[in-house]
């Protein structure tokens, strides 16, 4: 655990916790009080929005791929109602898309699955980018080019399956099986 001090005030730091897989939505948001927050959770970004729209949280830990709107599109939303909101985006689609437009979207960093309490409480904390991180020395596989592409083009279309499938020139069902793939390991 960290010696973060969240909030200089005595009353708790609002975390929103934003996920549509409610087992881990629900060990989180233990996992995270248990770690000095006062956790509201929404298992879509519809309901996480009226929330934030009630009362603004200070931090927000947002799922990126959901029925109905992606993360991609709350994470905006949030940043729209008040700036300052810290955003952590979760995914198990992890892609550089994706992770470029949350952070131009607003989001504080990108995490992807799986993930703990103090992983997340340490994107929070990050104000920089770390200049020794490790490389690749191999180039990306096809099957990630793909899916980096994929990606891309569906990050275009605000998520929009059909739209994404047309500009791809691909049968949406194709793309749909695409996307329920995770992408090769190999990166």
């Not at 956790?39 to 200070?58: D, G, I, M, Q, R």
């Not at 096809?142 to 059909?162: K, P």
């Not at 020139?169 to 992408?183: A, I, S, V, Y």
């Amino acid at each position: 655990m960290t010696d973060l001090n969240l909030n200089p005030s005595p009353e708790q730091a609002t975390l929103l916790l934003v996920d549509d897989d409610n087992d881990f939505l629900n060990v989180l948001a233990i996992a995270m009080r248990k770690r000095g927050f006062a956790v509201s959770t929404a298992n879509s970004a519809e309901t996480a929005f009226e929330l934030a729209k009630a009362e603004p949280p200070e931090f927000a830990v947002v799922d990126l791929k959901m029925t109905g709107n992606s993360g991609l599109v709350l994470v905006r939303q949030l940043t729209g109602l008040q700036a300052g909101t810290k955003i952590v985006v979760l995914t198990g689609y992890a892609s550089i898309a994706t992770a470029i437009e949350a952070i131009k979207l607003g989001a504080t960093h990108y995490l992807a699955k799986p993930v703990d309490a103090d992983e997340i409480v340490s994107a929070f904390e990050k104000k920089s980018g770390n200049e020794d991180v490790e490389l690749a020395s191999n180039p990306l596989s096809v099957n990630r080019l793909e899916w980096e592409h994929i990606q891309r083009v569906l990050a275009e279309n605000d998520g929009n399956i059909s739209a994404t499938a047309r500009s791809l020139n691909m049968h949406r069902r194709t793309l749909q099986r695409k996307l329920g793939k995770n992408p090769s390991a190999s990166s």
